[in-house]
């Protein structure tokens, strides 16, 4: 049976580096976790799972990190998590068995990473990630932030997932590490300034975001999926400047890279059902429904392939008077959210059109 070593980067991580170890402690067989400078309760809570702690300091570059996280690695494989990550009960169980059953072939397995849920458990989002490789191979991490473990080799895709929980979020972390980059002159990656441009529209600075994204797209080297992310991205940097025909545009130019993503058909969507144009909003929100899901490794947003298009739908319908429709498309949507209070009030006055 093969044997890991959990790498870990934290710092102020109290509030959630228990429950990360407790749901992990019992699949590894040794934890390593590299601390950048901790100034609360986090490393006496780790000394009750392991004496393997490293103290080094933060250089603002998450990859060096995780590099040197690797390096205290002694056994088989490595997993990797963040503090706020949780393996569940059925995802321990799966990962006991992967042990058992893994060739020693395989140089990296592929796990689900669960990036957020709603109120009732349910998945909203959701990508693929490399989490578990061999330790023999070298594998290295590129990045200051946002960063990439570069693999090659026997890959096996998982069925196991972890659950990302955060409690709270530094919003000026990655955003202040890009901007120093810049300040000292370093030119950023075609990758850098995706994410460097999705900070700039965390931050409501949405006419610079454009122009990183742009700068991005006009690279022609990221992947096909980061660019139809990018277009997304600035038709909604527009949207929140009130300049739909900008928006609409760059929806449209998301089409050039592969086919429609469901969210740019319901984006497409909600443009024609704002001018009251709704079959033609039909026609796009059927669309999203149709997009069947890739599994690749980029982000998956579920609802844009879900509820929301079956919501709309409903509603749409219930403009025109088809309430037979409208009732099966907010029976579908309510499948997604039974507790959605808009899909609750709809079904209510859909019963109500229905018996009269």
Not at 78 to 104: C, G, H, M, R
Not at 191 to 216: G, S, V
Not at 260 to 282: D, H, L, T, V, W
Request: charged content about 25%.
């Amino acid at each position: 049976m093969l044997t890991i070593s959990l790498c870990m980067i934290v710092k102020n991580a109290q509030s959630t580096i228990e429950r990360c170890l407790d749901s992990v402690q019992h699949i590894v067989d040794e934890i390593n976790i590299i601390d950048t400078g901790s100034t609360d309760r986090t490393k006496t809570i780790i000394q009750n799972y392991t004496s393997r702690i490293y103290d080094i300091p933060w250089s603002d570059h998450f990859a060096n990190a995780r590099n040197f996280s690797f390096k205290q690695a002694t056994k088989d494989y490595i997993l990797w998590l963040d503090a706020d990550d949780v393996i569940t009960k059925e995802n321990q169980y799966k990962f006991s068995q992967l042990k058992q059953s893994l060739f020693p072939s395989i140089d990296a397995v592929t796990m689900d990473y669960y990036l957020s849920l709603d109120h009732d458990g349910v998945v909203e989002c959701s990508k693929r990630n490399v989490r578990l490789v061999k330790r023999a191979s070298h594998f290295q991490w590129e990045g200051a932030v946002h960063e990439e473990l570069k693999v090659s080799g026997p890959f096996y895709h998982s069925d196991i997932a972890i659950t990302h929980l955060p409690l709270s979020r530094d919003l000026y972390r990655n955003i202040c590490i890009y901007e120093g980059l810049l300040k000292e002159g370093h030119s950023l990656s075609a990758r850098d300034l995706f994410f460097y441009a999705n900070e700039l529209k965390k931050h409501q600075r949405y006419l610079e975001a454009i122009n990183q994204y742009n700068t991005f797209l006009d690279h022609d080297l990221g992947t096909v999926d980061d660019r139809i992310e990018a277009c997304l991205h600035v038709g909604e940097c527009y949207r929140r400047l009130h300049d739909d025909k900008q928006a609409q545009q760059a929806i449209l130019q998301s089409f050039l890279y592969d086919r429609p993503k469901p969210e740019a058909c319901c984006r497409m969507g909600q443009f024609f059902m704002e001018q009251s144009k709704y079959k033609e909003a039909i026609y796009w929100y059927s669309q999203a429904l149709q997009q069947a899901p890739v599994d690749t490794m980029t982000i998956q947003k579920w609802a844009y392939s879900t509820w929301i298009p079956h919501l709309q739908l409903s509603l749409l319908y219930r403009e025109l008077r088809l309430f037979e429709n409208a009732y099966q498309h907010n029976s579908e949507a309510q499948k997604w959210k039974p507790n959605h209070q808009e899909i609750i009030e709809n079904e209510k006055y859909l019963l109500r059109q229905l018996k009269s």
